[in-house]
């Protein structure tokens, strides 16, 4: 083989040699691309927001869906289900005992009294109506006057000894229960003085806000 064959071959196996390191390098440059590949960016955390609070509905008092307080008379001098003491009956000083109750619902006017005896022998004995009572007022002291006209703008109804103010417990025998009552009115009633139990009652339908009763027994 002369010298220029030799050159010739020399040159075509360099060729292939260079062809074949190339293709060698090629793969690891994919594999590299492959691996340079950004993966996929992971989703964003949500943190959950609290729902803001409603604003108070200004149409709304306060008091709806809220439990009112109870309404509850009571005395100083007896207990409910208890004897009345003697000093306030017909046997004794025939004063009227002290009365304290609860704040009345919102929106009261006036309160009103009523005292009866539903085991009287002819009916039910009307034994003491008071009506138009300051809505501020809590109690009324013992001996309240018989006066029909009150200074605190109260007014006396007719009890069934046909008088102005309290008549005691005066049963003619055995043991009467005397049921004390008292109304939360949304109005000042516009009644005359001397009203009977029925006319107050009549007055009141309707207007009645809560009630809250005593009852006390007295025995002859």
Known sequence: MNRQAILCWSVLLAALFLTGCGAATAEPEQDQAATAAPSASPEPTVIAQPSPTAPPDPNVSPEEGEQAMPFVLTSTVFKQGESIPERYSCDGEDVSPALQWTDPPAGTQSLALIL?????????????????????????????????????????????????????????????????????????????????????????????????????????
Request: glycine share 14%.
């Open 116 to 220: 009866d005896d539903p085991d009287a022998p002819r009916g039910t004995w009307v034994h003491w109506v008071l009506f138009n009572l300051p809505a501020a007022a809590r109690g009324l002291p013992e001996g309240v006057s018989d006066a029909a006209e009150q200074p605190d703008g109260g007014r006396h109804g007719k009890n069934s000894w046909g008088q102005s103010g309290y008549g005691g417990p005066c049963p003619p025998g055995g043991t009467h229960r005397y049921f004390f009552k008292l109304y939360a009115l949304d109005q000042v009633l516009e009644l005359g003085a001397l009203a009977s139990k029925a006319e107050l009652k009549a007055a009141m339908q309707g207007h009645i806000l809560a009630q809250a009763e005593l009852m006390g027994t007295y025995s002859r």
